[in-house]
T-cell receptor, first 114, second 111 residues
Framework: DTAVSQTPKYLVTQMGNDKSIKCEQN?????MYWYKQDSKKFLKIMFS???????INETVPNRFSPKSPDKAHLNLHINSLELGDSAVYFC?????????????FGDGTRLSIL | DAKTTQPTSMDCAEGRAANLPCNHS???????VYWYRQIHSQGPQYIIH???NNETNEMASLIITEDRKSSTLILPHATLRDTAVYYC????????????FGPGTRLSVLP
């Protein structure tokens, strides 16, 4: 059973389009995250939600808007896509907000902007 | 930027122990050391974490120096499936959730 699942796995689209990436976890975790991995393989946090509430909102363009309809889901909507948005986006979850809890990652969504 | 430095790559013979070093000379007293790995085309996988004491679980052992400025991840009997990029991370802020994964160490387990 997949613990943290993201869809789609690959997303190829043109500049200026709006797209969404979905994430679901079946682990019963309270906290979910979105990360961006750039071409140099650096993985940086973008957003963190705890019990559907936004906790961390790093310096990310406001074209990126996360939405958490319930504890098991954290979706990422991106408006007016730009070339620099090309990256791999990872969703993750942890049991609680406790920083000692390990994070479980999905397999990523590879976003390519043409 | 990541607060850790790791070798870019390492090789290890199958069945032998893989020892992956990490320097974190600016680590503060309440920061934990975490290790994750990323196998090609997959998401990062949690391995182990620790504060001061050495830790062991079913995957690996973590040895932290007494001054906490460096640590070593040990895979006791490396297999071909352990080939991956290994990330050593310390928490970035008081919230403890802002992981910044640096370039890591690319471990190649050779038959």
């Amino acid at each position: 059973d997949t613990a943290v699942s993201q869809t789609p796995k690959y997303l190829v689209t043109q500049m200026g389009n709006d797209k969404s990436i979905k994430c679901e976890q079946n682990l019963g975790h309270d906290t979910m995250y979105w990360y961006k991995q750039d071409s140099k393989k650096f993985l940086k946090i973008m957003f963190s939600y705890n019990n559907k509430e936004l906790i961390i909102n790093e310096t990310v363009p406001n074209r990126f808007s996360p939405k958490s309809p319930d504890k098991a889901h954290l979706n990422l909507h991106i408006n007016s896509l730009e070339l620099g948005d090309s990256a791999v986006y990872f969703c993750a979850s942890s049991l609680t907000w406790d920083p000692n809890q390990p994070q479980h990652f999905g397999d990523g969504t590879r976003l390519s902007i043409l | 930027d990541a607060k850790t430095t790791q070798p870019t790559s390492m090789d290890c013979a199958e069945g032998r122990a893989a020892n992956l070093p990490c320097n974190h000379s600016t680590i503060s007293g309440n920061e934990y050391v975490y290790w994750y790995r990323q196998i090609h085309s997959q998401g990062p996988q949690y391995i182990i974490h620790g504060l001061k004491n050495n830790e062991t679980n079913e995957m690996a052992s973590l040895i932290i120096t007494e001054d906490r400025k460096s640590s070593t991840l040990i895979l006791p009997h490396a297999t071909l499936r352990d080939t991956a990029v290994y990330y050593c991370i310390v928490r970035e802020d008081n919230y403890g959730q802002n992981f910044v994964f640096g370039p890591g160490t690319r471990l190649s387990v050779l038959p």
